[in-house]
């Protein structure tokens, strides 16, 4: 297996370097694709032994994760990890997703956050809506279809090529692997919430259940 760890940062000078350390001991080669960011990111992630593509403009998480993965693949990557850089996903998961994978059959883990006591209560009933509609619409057992803690097969990677920009990413790469009828499994993760909210806003939250009805008819 040839493992690389993607991960996106936007002004996550903060705990960028702390995120890529951690994950070095568990693979070798770590992505940062830095966002356009304003403070030390870049230099921080380099820092700490990670390999950095920089964003001229800011293109979001999104983009941001496209670059890496396009940058994983051309350089032989056979399983991607993503994960975000601001210390929320606990690296020591990551022996988790890699051994699931050792099943030849299982293209894809999707991280959940399961601790929903430390989740923002908005989320939480949003989340559980998400579920819903990815049950009935794309009959996906997923309990968390925007966890942006996962790992998948690179040769997958072309199916799973997302057009959709932010935060609506990591739904589409789970609809999208519904839609193709790909091999999953979840596996718990522990979420760190350092602010109350950062991401999606209810609104956010609204569209992309939009979404999600749309790519059941275009995907
Ligand atoms: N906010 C933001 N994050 C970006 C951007 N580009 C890349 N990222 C990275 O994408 C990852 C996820 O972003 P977050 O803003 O933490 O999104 P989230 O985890 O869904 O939201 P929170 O739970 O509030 O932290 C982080 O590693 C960011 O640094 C961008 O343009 N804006
Ligand atoms: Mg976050």
Not at 65 to 88: E, N, S, W, Y
Not at 125 to 142: N, V, W
Request: proline fraction near 4%; charged fraction near 25%.
């Amino acid at each position: 297996m040839k493992p690389i760890v993607v991960i996106p940062a936007y002004n996550e000078q903060e705990h960028i370097a702390e995120v890529v350390r951690s994950a070095k001991q568990y693979v070798p080669q770590i992505i940062v694709v830095d966002d356009a960011s304003k403070d030390d990111t870049k230099i921080k992630a380099v820092n700490a032994g990670a390999l950095t593509i920089d964003h001229i403009v800011n293109l979001g998480k999104a983009g941001a994760i496209k670059t890496g993965c396009d940058a994983a693949v051309c350089l032989g990557a056979d399983i991607i990890i993503l994960m975000d850089g601001d210390g929320q996903h606990d690296p020591s998961r990551i022996p988790t997703f890699l051994d699931i994978l050792k099943d030849d059959t299982v293209e894809i883990v999707f991280g959940s956050r399961t601790d929903l006591r430390e989740m923002p209560f908005v989320r939480r009933a949003g989340t559980k809506l998400l579920e819903y509609s990815m049950r009935y619409l794309f009959q996906m057992s997923i309990c968390d279809m925007q966890c942006g803690y996962r790992a998948f097969r690179t040769r997958v990677y072309p199916l799973l090529r997302w057009d959709s920009k932010n935060y609506h990413a990591d739904a589409e790469i789970t609809a999208r692997t519904g839609k193709y009828h790909l091999p999953y499994k979840e596996i718990p993760i522990k979420t760190i919430y350092h602010d109350s909210y950062k991401g999606m806003t209810i609104i956010d939250g609204l569209m992309l259940l939009g979404k999600i009805v749309i790519w059941k008819f275009t995907l």
